[in-house]
């Protein structure tokens, strides 16, 4: 739903009134004060924060130290090693995401009986906790006796049960699985709903002209999907970047480091090295990210608003 | 159609069936393996379906309080019968208590703040409109990571640490920018003659709201419920940060306290993850229809 030309007639009226003025600044205060306290404020003190050498296992010496944290972060190898897993962790989930959320989108898009359950089951994933999903998966990984070396080894893939999670090779990609499993949903509905703005006499037009489904699918389905992707794309990246709730429950950054990815060193940094100084920097370098990230959103959206 | 008619169902069945593994697979194991004894969840290979069902493990929660748990009590309870518990077991409904006090308390205030400011940007014409909307859409894309250590050092300084307050205002950070979002493009899509019309009959902007908009608007008022309502239930990292006791501890802090616990009982765990997951699912089929158009509505325009 297009909101530009509605929103540019009734600016185009007569001139606004005293009254509508007054109502709407009331109407807004309560969400302007709301914001300001929890969000702009919050995120202006962490800039002032992280410009400090403030540790909390010495709260009463607090120098300032410019831009050292930031300069700190730059020159640790650890830092750019978490850089590095975040980067790949955030490139396989969002690949594996459109690619199953696209196959997801497709099925749900054809006329069969059974299509309202699917779409109602599909929910499941997204609603539940990431704490409860990060559980099940830690139950299906477990090295002793979970379920996916009972399935491995009943299909004979394996001779005998292998460590799962405390495999430094294994433990990002089933990390991976796990966020993509419950991310998959979101961007399948997103996905559903360019799927149906396809019009459809572009397929008729197709079939008279003699292509083929693979022709029809490359041709027009792909392309069309393009808005649907980019917008997939975007924000699932800013979910993966930001990702902490996995990490936590499934490995605490382990074995070796292998999962320690950026959110995870905010979260080492702040709340076990007490480093707050360090962890608001560390944080403040993401969010610099992940706004970067959403100023094509917010560019797209408010063109439309 | 090029694929003939019974080759067509025969796939789209083939890819349902895959599409329903894939998704309720996971779940169904963790169902299957919270009516599983300890004993039985230890076998190699694992029995898909429970061979002795127990609800034993389900008992264990809701009896856990009249339980003391010792390190002594722990190491006679027989690991076969699934009797070594967290520590932490007695915890896990009154959490649930206090991510419903929070999440109900959230979005209270959240329609409280968000309704009148969505109806302001999508039906009056003011000076400043344009710069309120970008400021809302700039909010929404705050990481939540960026907010915790300042919401920490705010929330430690009002002495509010612990309190089921500090999650309640924090949470309001990451659901107001998103209803508000959504309930502005539903605003929008309705007529604005209703507006004229309630205006000339005499009506204030307030009564526009309330007495003409709001019942129109149900629908994106049900899916804004719904998400800040789960929003709430789920949210993880602040919670971990502000929550030391059962005084505020969340759900999800308690059941991730679980694996934190070295003599852990997966048979256990289990159990409480199905009871963690039942309050969204359920929430989320009854309404399936109200999420999938309010996700579509916010995600699509943002």
């Known amino acids: ?35 300001t306290v929890v969000a702009v ?48 962790f955030t490139l396989m989930s969002v690949a594996a995401i459109m690619f199953i959320a696209m196959l997801m989108a497709l099925l749900l898009n054809e006329e069969f009986r059974g299509r309202r359950i699917l779409s109602a089951i599909l929910l499941i994933p997204w609603a539940i906790p990431y704490v409860a999903n990060g559980l099940m998966w830690k139950w299906i990984y477990d090295s002793g006796y979970g379920a996916l070396n009972g399935l491995l080894f009943q299909l004979g893939l394996i001779d005998k049960y292998a460590v799962m999670l405390g495999d430094v090779h294994k433990t990002m990609l089933l990390i991976t699985n796990s966020f993509v499993w419950k ?41 069309a999907l393009t808005p649907g992707f980019a917008l997939v794309m975007i924000y699932e990246t800013m979910m993966a970047i930001r990702h902490f709730d996995l990490f936590f429950i499934l490995t605490e950054g382990g074995p070796a480091d292998a999962s320690h990815v950026v959110a995870w060193q905010v979260y080492v940094e702040t709340f076990r090295k007490l480093a707050f100084g360090t962890g608001a920097a560390l944080a403040y370098i993401m969010a610099i990210v992940t706004f970067t990230l959403a100023f094509f959103i917010i560019r797209s959206t408010s063109r439309k608003l | 159609m090029k694929i003939p008619h019974l080759g067509r169902r025969a796939l789209l069945f083939f890819a349902s069936l895959l599409f329903a593994m894939y998704v309720l697979a996971p779940i169904a194991w963790l169902v299957s393996s919270s009516f599983q004894s300890e004993a039985e969840i230890t076998s190699v290979p694992p029995h898909w379906i429970p061979h002795q069902p127990t609800l034993e493990n389900f008992s264990t929660i809701f009896t856990a309080k009249d339980q003391v748990v010792t390190y002594d009590t722990r190491k006679e309870g027989d690991t076969a019968s699934g009797g070594f518990i967290p520590s932490t077991a007695k915890n896990l409904l009154p959490s649930m208590w206090n991510s419903l006090v929070v999440a109900v308390s959230v979005v209270i205030l959240n329609l409280l703040v968000s309704v009148p400011a969505a109806y302001a940007l999508a039906k009056i014409r003011f000076i400043g409109r344009d710069s309120s909307i970008y400021f809302m859409l700039t909010t929404r894309v705050i990481p939540d990571i960026a907010l915790v250590v300042p919401f920490f050092l705010f929330v430690q300084q009002l002495g509010l640490l612990d309190s089921k307050l500090s999650l309640i205002i924090t949470y309001l950070a990451i659901t107001v920018p998103f209803s508000t979002f959504i309930l502005t493009g539903y605003f929008e899509s309705l007529p604005d003659d209703l507006d004229k019309a309630a205006r000339v009959d005499g009506c204030s902007r307030l009564q526009t709201l309330t007495l003409v908009y709001l019942p129109l608007a149900l629908p994106s008022l049900v899916a804004v419920v719904l998400f800040t309502f789960l929003t709430s239930w789920n949210e993880f990292l602040l919670a971990l940060m502000f929550t030391q006791t059962l005084a505020s501890q969340t759900m999800p802090i308690v059941v991730a306290s679980f694996t934190s616990d070295f003599t852990i009982s997966f048979s256990f765990i289990n159990a409480a993850g199905v009871l963690a997951i039942v309050p969204p699912v359920v929430v989320a089929i009854m309404f399936e229809r109200y999420i999938v158009s309010g996700l579509t509505a916010g995600a699509v325009k943002g």
Request: glycine share 4%; proline share 6%.
């Open chain 1, 1 to 35: 739903m297009s909101l530009g030309t509605k929103t540019l007639r009734r600016l185009i009226g007569s001139p606004v009134s005293a009254y509508d003025q007054k109502s709407a600044m009331l109407f807004l205060a309560p969400m302007m004060v709301i914001l």
């Open chain 1, 183 to 223: 991310e998959v949903p979101l961007a399948t509905i997103l996905l559903l709903v360019t799927l149906k703005s396809i019009r459809a006499d572009l397929y008729s037009a197709a079939k008279v002209d003699g292509a083929n489904v693979w022709q029809r699918f490359i041709h027009i389905t792909l392309p």
């Open chain 1, 41 to 88: 404020f919050p995120i202006l003190y962490s800039f002032w924060i992280s410009l400090f050498d403030l540790k909390l296992t010495r709260p009463h010496r607090v120098p300032f130290v410019g831009f050292d944290n930031y300069a700190n972060i730059f020159q640790d190898q650890m830092f750019w090693d978490s850089v590095g897993r975040s980067t790949s």
